[in-house]
């Protein structure tokens, strides 16, 4: 199947975070499995995070008061320099896929943790399964040291077992929530992930913490240990059933007839949870590429963000003002709401983040105002403010953002195209007064245009 520049463009924001002028030149004429084949290819390699974190490689056993005060406030900082630095790596990036996908799984797998190397470690193994096998990356997230602190597995002892983590493997991670699981499931299984712990950053398994009696597991029974869960877990064709749903709303985002989404579920669970085998038929199937899946759905914060400045080359000469947009749009990276992630779709829209969403494209592009809090830069500060529905009066004054789009790049890149601005901008079917605003805005230039359609509420679909 031949793809139009429509559907072209539908493609590069659904497994990526936009597409170029380029993109729809080289591919026009081209089919589905050219283009997702293509998608594939540029993503074989995982570009890795990295940050220098040997400052926080001390014994903090020999710190005073003041100085682990210091250490922890250096983290909370890091933590955020994190975010701005997955953001940077999200648009330079040519690896597309694998970064949105790791998206996906950051929201799936979401944790939060103000040790840097713990949030910069989890997000890498994300990064390193995107595509590859689901067992693989659960085993590797299930043990990894962000997951098991954050879940509470430290404390899951023989004598004193804690289920927090058992019910959160299940429930959120494989086989969705109150689906073919019981009680007595999550306490036994809780028992077998007993002496899963963290040591020096690592993962550990203390033998003596370890329940080794006799457990019954979804209706199997033995002497299990973690390993074992996670295969169990992974036997029952509804951990399948779930992945895939949450893969076909990310990258669909509509439902679709319940037999193409069996043929999925199927597919997924023969290959032994091949995601790119999953992944790839969802990008090339015709309900991938229907009228109906066109623009249904709201850009996140992050895919907003990112798509702004992917395509105008945005350089943020002040990097901390693009955390305080991503705070009031409610998505700062590596600081999700809770372990259940993200709630998106339509949740993502109030009164207040629509009126910053529609203006985001004069704070990007024409140096706009925001107003800045002063206080408060840990993230994690805000998300409990949010949280507490507290309405705290706070030190807050207006500062411009020091954007710097590459104006002459994207006119150079829209040459001869000019006319088909507002379809490749926009995806979504216009309302009359958003055809009003285009008509009269063909007599300004390229640069006010873009700004006039990047303003429109049919922008924050895709």
Request: a neutral charge; glycine letters at 4%.
């Amino acid at each position: 199947m031949k793809l139009t520049k429509r559907q072209i463009q539908h493609l590069y924001w659904r497994a990526g975070f936009g597409p170029e002028p380029c993109n729809l030149n080289d591919a026009e004429g081209k089919t589905a499995e050219d283009l997702v084949d293509h998608l594939f290819k540029t993503s074989e390699s995982a570009e890795y995070l990295k940050m220098d974190l040997s400052k926080f490689e001390v014994d903090r056993k020999s710190l005073s008061d003041k100085e682990k005060k210091a250490l922890r406030k250096l983290a909370n900082k890091s933590v955020y320099e994190l975010d701005v630095m997955w953001l940077k790596q999200m648009v330079e990036t040519k690896s597309v896929l694998r970064e949105k996908m790791t998206f996906f799984f950051h929201d799936h797998f979401a944790m939060r943790s103000k040790n840097p190397k713990e949030s910069i470690d989890l997000n890498n193994i994300l990064r390193k399964h995107a595509l590859g096998n689901f067992g693989d990356l659960l085993m590797e997230v299930s043990k990894s040291p962000a997951m098991i602190q954050f879940l509470n597995n430290k404390q899951n002892k023989k004598s004193s077992p804690n289920e927090n983590f058992a019910r959160e493997v299940m429930e959120l991670f494989t086989l969705g929530r109150d689906n073919e699981y019981t009680e007595t499931d999550i306490k036994e299984a809780a028992r077998a992930f007993t002496g899963w712990s963290v040591a020096k950053g690592q993962f550990i398994f203390r033998t003596r913490q370890h329940d080794s009696e006799s457990k019954t597991i979804l209706g199997e029974t033995g002497n299990f240990q973690g390993e074992d869960v996670i295969r169990i877990l992974l036997e029952q064709k509804q951990t399948a059933r779930y992945l895939c749903e949450k893969i076909i709303d990310f990258l669909i985002g509509r439902p679709i007839p319940k037999k193409q989404q069996n043929a999925f579920v199927d597919q997924f669970y023969n290959s032994n949870y091949d995601l790119s085998v999953l992944i790839k038929s969802i990008l090339t199937s015709e309900v991938f590429f229907e009228e109906e899946t066109i623009a249904c759905k709201i850009k996140s914060p992050t895919e907003l963000i990112v798509g702004m400045t992917r395509l105008f080359e945005i350089e943020y000469k002040e990097p901390k003002a693009i955390v305080q947009i991503q705070r009031k749009l409610n998505q700062v990276l590596f600081f999700p709401p809770n372990v259940a992630g993200w709630s998106g779709g339509r949740a993502w829209i109030d009164s207040s983040t629509l009126m910053l969403r529609l203006k985001l494209s004069s704070l990007l592009l024409n140096f706009g105002v925001i107003e800045w809090d002063e206080k408060g830069d840990d993230p994690e500060q805000k998300l409990i403010q949010i949280e507490k529905h507290r309405d705290k009066v706070r030190e807050k004054t207006e500062k411009r953002i020091n954007a710097h789009p590459n104006w002459k790049g994207f006119e150079s890149k829209m040459k001869g195209q000019e006319t088909a601005l507002s379809s490749f901008l926009i995806q979504a079917e216009l309302s009359e007064g958003a055809r009003i605003t285009i008509e009269k805005s063909d007599s300004v230039s390229l640069k006010d245009q873009a700004i006039e359609l990047l303003s429109l509420p049919e922008y924050q679909l895709y």
